[in-house]
């Protein structure tokens, strides 16, 4: 969606003068010897010069996406975002602060393997529309023209993004739940980030080798969310959760596969890949999450802080997870 640039009076300085407007009815403003400083006349366009590029972006965009939820600009999303980190971090700890952490096995069930049902769909449209159909893993360019297959694909991409607001109730089950520990910076960053950075990936660059790294979290979810499904479960299923310490080593394969694809193109002598600052971004994700994940590794397994029962004691009972 394109924003118009609204009219501005002809000013003094358009017309030999400073710091004045001209109307029929005469001068108004300051003295005709105001001298408006360089400073003041930067802030006074940046308003402008933002809209401008916005719109050049705009200009640009892939049609397919338009009129799509949440697609017309990323002042929606950024309103949710804004709200959602604003919820976990101030008002729903001082909402829930006196009073009892809500009941939310039978929700959390149903969220944790509707999640498992919805990441298998997005894996199967994933490779249906480019991933096993003919993406060779190397340079793939985005299709931006109207085949079945193309539209299928941004499609695709559209729900991996509408999951990512999804899975804010991650945050806000903790919050109801009273599980503060959980709401690490490493969580709630990932949960913001991901969603604010997909809209532009939807609707730009819908397809080709920066779909990679989605379609493999899609295959990390369905495991995750299967054991977070199995742990709501309750008791009677922990003896069957003893790879519970191993989720964490399978986000970080995650990440180095991540890192490894779309380190690719630097080494490419010919990837015309219409947008490469999605390549970028991708990449310093790959490597963020990479380093986070890895210290989080090292604090919560390496130091034994978070070890399964099983393996900290010898207890056949496993540790539920807290989600």
């Known amino acids: ?38 400073g003041e006349m930067a802030l006074s366009e940046l308003p402008s010069r933002v809209l401008s590029l916005y719109n050049q972006m705009m200009d640009v965009a892939d049609p397919r996406a338009d009129g799509w939820l949440l697609m017309s600009s990323p002042g929606p999303q950024t309103i949710i975002i804004v709200s959602y980190i604003y919820f976990v971090m101030s008002l729903g700890p001082r909402f829930m602060e006196n009073r009892k952490p809500f009941d939310l096995k039978r929700i959390l069930i149903v969220y944790n393997f509707g999640v ?24 793939d360019l985005v299709d931006y023209s109207t085949s079945p297959q193309a539209v299928r694909m941004v499609a695709t991409c559209w729900l991996y993004y509408f999951s990512k607001f999804i899975e804010m109730f991650d945050t806000i089950f903790f919050v109801l739940r009273k599980k503060n520990s959980q709401i690490t910076f490493l969580h709630v960053y990932h949960h913001a980030i991901m969603p604010f950075t997909w809209w ?45 310490k191993y989720l964490t ?52 397994y390496t130091k034994g802080k978070r070890l399964p029962k099983v393996l900290q004691n010898g207890s056949k009972a496993v540790s539920p997870k807290d989600h």
């Open 249 to 300: 080593t399978i986000q970080l394969i995650q990440f180095v596969l991540v890192t490894s694809h779309i380190g690719q193109y630097f080494f490419m002598k010919n990837c015309p890949y219409r947008f490469p600052i999605f390549i970028y971004i991708i990449g310093l994700y790959g490597l963020v999450f990479l380093i986070l994940f890895i210290n989080f590794w090292y604090h919560a």
């Open 1 to 38: 969606m394109r924003l118009g640039n609204p009219q501005r009076p002809e000013s003094d300085n358009e017309s030999g003068r400073s710091g004045l407007c001209r109307t029929d009815a005469g001068v108004l403003g300051f003295s005709e010897n105001r001298r408006v400083a360089p």
């Open 116 to 139: 498992v049902a919805l990441s298998l769909y997005m894996v199967y449209e994933y490779i249906m529309s480019g991933w096993g159909t003919g993406y060779s893993f190397h340079c």
């Open 200 to 244: 532009f990936g939807v609707k730009f660059a819908g397809g080709g080798l920066g779909t990679f790294h989605a379609m493999l979290n899609c295959i990390v979810h369905v495991i995750m969310y299967t054991y977070y499904g199995l742990s709501a479960l309750g008791p009677a299923y922990q003896r069957y959760l003893w790879w519970k």
